[in-house]
């Protein structure tokens, strides 16, 4: 495996682009190659790939140079991998539910509309970070950074909002049974 010169990775770390590209071309093949099979996608792969370098490109600064930077850049692509695959958990995990509480409506339209109004009946600050993380798939952390609090928060938040939720549906649920 290509190690490369510290002197590459410090320049890199300096701002100097061609530096950073002499570092993506020699990786980027092994990364994606490696995520293609912990992720099992393809075009997964390529995109988590690409979020790799960008994580790698922001966190430059962090490499101590105490291990190869090649296993550096595979434990930042083994992180955005692991984020990607509880992205997609997320959202299957939503649309399950989604599938499951809302009730069988006539039109997309209607969806849209049952969708809106139940994000709507959510505090603002629980609806900002059930969407971030939700909808949007970013991961606690992220949305933390996003908004300027706490990824704690953020957990706290986005649980309130899914309660809510819970709650919102089940009264939906026995108002359209009603009536």
């Known amino acids: 495996m290509y190690e490369p010169d510290p002197d590459l990775i410090r320049a890199a770390r300096s701002g100097d682009s061609a530096a950073f590209e002499v570092l993506v071309r020699n990786y980027q093949a092994h990364i994606w190659r490696f995520l293609r099979h912990f992720l099992g996608d393809p075009q997964l792969a390529e995109d988590v790939t690409q ?36 992205a997609r958990r997320r959202r299957e995990r939503i649309q399950l539910e989604a599938r499951r509480n809302v009730p069988v409506l006539t039109a997309d339209s209607s969806v849209r509309v049952e969708i809106e109004a139940a994000l709507e009946s959510l505090k603002p600050k629980h609806r900002e970070a059930f969407v971030l993380v939700e909808a949007l798939g970013l991961s606690y952390r992220e949305a933390g950074k996003a908004i300027g609090i706490p990824e704690g928060t953020v957990k706290s938040r986005v649980f309130h909002a899914r309660e809510q939720l819970v709650t919102w549906m089940s009264v939906r649920e026995d108002d359209v049974g009603n009536v």
């Open 51 to 86: 979020e790799t370098f960008v994580r790698v490109f922001r966190r430059l600064d962090s490499f101590r140079f105490r291990s190869k930077f090649s296993t550096w850049v595979f434990q930042v692509a083994r992180n955005a991998g692991i984020d990607a695959l509880r």
